[in-house]
């Protein structure tokens, strides 16, 4: 790795912290094939790639790492992607629209762009998560863990095969589709599972 004192700073924090990762707890998560998880990795600045990929691998994940747009349209289906938002061909927002229209993997953004209406702008893009540049490896644990997790308790749920129905919206848990006045509405995968935990305890006060 390169660890040049010229590298920006959130450069160095991500390689410098990597050994945090080796020390992390093993991410419970959808499998692919032959058990493994599938990360794609969408970072067009090779530094911060490297870091992440060394730190990911160590915590037994498969990654494949692309660095423009078109690579990760052109990609194979993974189980979760992490994807830069400023990228050299595409804006990364147009990449997240184009693959949430294929894929129901959750999608966590990497960003230099703090603003709320970025945020924003990006969840309703199909995100599932947004993570502000510079962060530390066990930030992006943790993100990945929480998303895992609400991928994970979503699938329980399919597993039970219910359907939940009110006054014209219906929610079926094992295809994971809403239906309102009997045309479908697309979610993501965090408003699929939100959605579906607020119907199932309707009437509770959380």
């Given at each position: 790795?390169?660890?040049?004192?010229?590298?920006?700073?959130?450069?160095?924090?991500?390689?410098?912290?990597?050994?945090?990762?080796?020390?992390?707890?093993?991410?419970?998560?959808?499998?692919?094939?032959?058990?493994?998880?599938?990360?794609?990795?969408?970072?067009?600045?090779?530094?911060?790639?490297?870091?992440?990929?060394?730190?990911?691998?160590?915590?037994?994940?498969?990654?494949?790492?692309?660095?423009?747009?078109?690579?990760?349209?052109?990609?194979?289906?993974?189980?979760?992607?992490?994807?830069?938002?400023?990228?050299?061909?595409?804006?990364?927002?147009?990449?997240?629209?184009?693959?949430?229209?294929?894929?129901?993997?959750?999608?966590?953004?990497?960003?230099?762009?703090?603003?709320?209406?970025?945020?924003?702008?990006?969840?309703?893009?199909?995100?599932?998560?947004?993570?502000v540049k510079p962060?530390?490896?066990?930030?992006?644990?943790?993100?990945?863990?929480?998303?895992?997790?609400?991928?994970?308790?979503?699938?329980?749920?399919?597993?039970?095969?219910?359907?939940?129905r009110f006054p014209?919206?219906?929610?079926?848990?094992?295809?994971?589709?809403?239906?309102?006045?009997g045309r479908p509405?697309?979610?993501?995968?965090?408003?699929?599972?939100?959605?579906?935990?607020?119907?199932?305890?309707?009437?509770?006060?959380?």
């Amino acid at each position: 790795q390169r660890l040049a004192n010229g590298l920006p700073r959130n450069v160095k924090e991500c390689s410098s912290a990597t050994q945090s990762l080796h020390e992390s707890s093993r991410v419970r998560a959808p499998s692919g094939q032959n058990g493994t998880v599938r990360i794609l990795l969408v970072e067009d600045d090779r530094s911060i790639a490297e870091s992440v990929v060394e730190g990911l691998v160590a915590n037994a994940f498969v990654v494949t790492h692309v660095s423009t747009g078109g690579e990760a349209l052109a990609a194979a289906d993974h189980d979760l992607i992490l994807l830069d938002l400023g990228l050299p061909d595409m804006d990364g927002r147009d990449v997240c629209r184009q693959l949430r229209k294929r894929t129901k993997a959750p999608i966590i953004m990497l960003t230099a762009r703090g603003e709320e209406v970025d945020r924003i702008v990006g969840l309703e893009m199909g995100a599932d998560d947004y993570l502000v540049k510079p962060f530390s490896p066990r930030e992006l644990m943790a993100r990945i863990k929480a998303v895992f997790r609400r991928v994970t308790d979503g699938s329980k749920a399919a597993l039970q095969g219910e359907v939940l129905r009110f006054p014209g919206v219906t929610i079926n848990a094992a295809g994971r589709t809403v239906e309102a006045d009997g045309r479908p509405v697309e979610l993501t995968a965090k408003e699929f599972d939100l959605l579906h935990f607020l119907a199932a305890h309707a009437g509770q006060v959380f």
